[in-house]
């Protein structure tokens, strides 16, 4: 999605975002600070633009409880600070009732440590994040955690009987420990690294350090890293292994990934994927999602507009299941047992898990395009 497109599908949000807002009765109302505006930016606008679909709809068929939402979503511009100050707007004068999270580590770190955060009874809901965990108790995760990924991933090539992997990683903070944990993952299992790509600013670097990885013709290699540069790194790496897999987690948004390395680059690429094909409609969430988008956008679904469709569907189950206050929703959540089925895809809430959904699958980039 292009941020033009998305700044006109989602204008009246940011319209209405004034104080007022939380003044109005009958109105739950739900905040978010996300990246819309940073190259990497692909992957907010499409989780937003899933999220807002599920609850234009929801408003449109009279909202939940008796009331409306009230969707504020403000641009964090993938910074740490940036995030601090917009969700303590978000708090102190816009008075949210929810705060679904952005992407991104820094990012949700940043929002956890805020004053105003911490002083809130709210809960960090549904971040797109990278790391193992967070360092909070108040964060509820929607999807199933990075490591789950991997492993799945992992479990994927051993059916091969692949043995031996490389390792592509952005030089970040979060993506070296990514690595790090990757790198004990492997150890446990037994399956040997063979070799490690460093991918940083300096672009003949990552060129020497892809062709150097490609020479020790590992099985497969799996990419810690961003959108853009995994698709920087797939073009280099495929002068010299062309028909090598290459494997990353759901945080790769697929048509930007497609679009900036090429469709011949993108061949034997396999991606671990937190919610079933968007494209088709084989569960009613699936095909709800398809009905929806189609009524309410104007651009194709993909999976973050699905896994952001869940998400607000999966928010709004939980104000329904709500015994006390409707702000009380999530914190009754994260502390009870309970199973919620979404129409084919079903989320589990348990006081010792802060992830809901432990559902994965994989999607594989072929000639004719993506298969899942």
Avoid at 11 to 40: H, K, W
Avoid at 198 to 213: D, F, T, V
């Amino acid at each position: 999605m292009t941020l033009l497109r998305f700044f006109a599908i989602a204008s009246a949000s940011f319209l209405l975002a004034g104080p007022a807002a939380a003044q109005e009765p009958n109105t739950i109302v739900v905040g978010q600070a996300i990246d819309l505006s940073s190259p990497n930016a692909s992957v907010g606008r499409d989780y937003v633009a899933g999220i807002k679909t599920y609850f234009d709809a929801l408003n449109a068929a009279g909202g939940v409880n008796g009331k409306r939402i009230r969707y504020i979503v403000r641009d964090d511009q993938a910074q740490a600070a940036v995030a601090a100050k917009v969700v303590t707007e978000l708090i102190e004068r816009d008075q949210i009732d929810f705060l679904l999270g952005g992407v991104g580590d820094s990012t949700a770190q940043a929002v956890l440590n805020t004053p105003a955060f911490k002083r809130s009874n709210l809960v960090l809901f549904a971040p797109l994040v990278d790391t193992v965990e967070l360092n909070s108790t108040r964060v509820l995760f929607w999807r199933p955690s990075y490591l789950q990924e991997v492993r799945h991933i992992l479990s994927h090539f051993s059916q091969l009987g692949m043995t031996d992997v490389g390792i592509a990683y952005q030089d970040t903070p979060w993506a070296q420990q990514a690595f790090r944990n990757l790198s004990a993952e492997l150890r446990g299992r037994g399956v040997k690294l063979n070799g490690s790509a460093k991918l940083g600013n300096n672009e003949k670097q990552n060129a020497q350090e892809a062709a150097s990885l490609a020479t020790g013709k590992p099985g497969f290699v799996i990419v810690i890293a961003d959108t853009i540069s995994t698709s920087l790194f797939l073009k280099e790496f495929r002068r010299s292994a062309p028909q090598t897999f290459v494997a990353g987690t759901s945080l790769i948004n697929l048509e930007t990934l497609r679009e900036l390395a090429g469709a011949r680059a993108v061949e034997w690429t396999v991606f671990s994927q937190v919610v079933p094909n968007p494209n088709t409609g084989k569960s009613s969430i699936q095909l709800e999602h398809l009905n929806m988008m189609k009524k309410y956008r104007d651009e194709p679904p993909s999976s973050l507009t699905l896994e952001g469709f869940t998400v607000a569907k999966t928010l709004t189950r939980a104000i329904q299941r709500s015994k006390r206050s409707n702000q009380a929703a999530l914190q009754e959540l994260m502390n009870q047992d309970a199973n919620i089925d979404l129409g084919g895809l079903s989320v589990t809430a348990s006081p010792n898990s802060r992830h809901l959904s432990g559902y994965l699958d994989i999607a594989l980039f072929k000639k004719n395009g993506l298969v899942f």
